[in-house]
């Protein structure tokens, strides 16, 4: 089957680093999206990786390895704001269809 | 510019009746996808659509139908609701990699 595994919950602590990493087993991969999602609220977009390396945008990085279907967002200089939960998600196709993991709850504390 | 909206925005229905939820953009996307999030999970895709005129089963279709005779809206039709239907769902567009979400529907299925 086609599954995303990530972690069900992060804490970290105001101005720190926190790295979420999610790994896929997937058919037809084309790349792999992170967004967010605060409670209540709807998921929005925060970043795509389709090649293999390091995407930097601003206080977020996204990074894919497709030889080890693995990939990782990374949270610099944590805010108060960042609190919310992180998705990963794979594109099966060029149809833009998505597969989700089951999502990371970010605590930060003060 | 309204992005993409849904109504309505909380929904109580009895076990057996049907209903429809709204979706539309304005961004002239051609990909629309309807998904739902149940607690604590990820989202999965129930139908999706490329264009006017074209849609398709995602991972979990039984139970919703939908159409799509413009570009611009997408209503997904629940044709006998059942407690399982319980969810929030929510409507997204996209032109490219990055997903455009609406607020979400919260419905509740007694």
């Known amino acids: 089957g086609q599954s995303l595994e990530q972690p069900s919950e992060v804490t970290a602590v105001e101005g720190a680093i926190v790295q979420i990493n999610c790994t896929y087993q997937?058919?037809?991969?084309?790349?792999l999206s992170w967004y967010q999602q605060h409670d209540g609220g709807a998921p929005t977009f925060l970043s795509y990786?389709?090649l293999d390396g390091l995407e930097e945008t601003g206080r977020f990085s996204s990074f894919l390895s497709r030889s080890d279907s693995y990939g990782y967002l990374l949270l610099q200089e944590l805010q108060m704001k960042d609190s919310a939960s992180y998705f990963c998600?794979?594109?099966?196709?060029?149809?833009?269809?998505?597969?989700w993991g089951a999502g990371t709850k970010l605590i930060i504390k003060p | 510019n309204a992005g993409v909206t849904q109504t309505p925005k909380f929904q109580v229905l009895k076990t057996g009746q049907s209903m429809t939820l709204q979706c539309a953009q304005d961004m002239n996307h051609e990909y629309m996808s309807w998904y739902r999030q149940d607690p604590g999970m990820g989202l999965r895709l129930i139908h999706y659509?490329?264009?006017?005129?074209?849609?398709d089963q995602g991972e979990v279709p039984n139970g919703y139908n939908v159409s799509r005779s413009t570009t611009e809206d997408f209503p997904l039709r629940l044709l006998s609701a059942a407690p399982s239907q319980t969810s929030v769902y929510f409507c997204?567009?996209?032109?490219?990699?990055?997903?455009?979400f609406g607020p979400g529907t919260r419905l509740t299925v007694l």
């Open positions: 659509s490329v264009g006017a005129g074209i849609t």
């Open positions: 997937t058919s037809g991969f084309y790349g």
């Open positions: 998600a794979a594109s099966m196709d060029s149809n833009y269809q998505l597969i």
């Open positions: 997204a567009s996209s032109g490219g990699h990055e997903q455009f």
């Open positions: 990786n389709a």
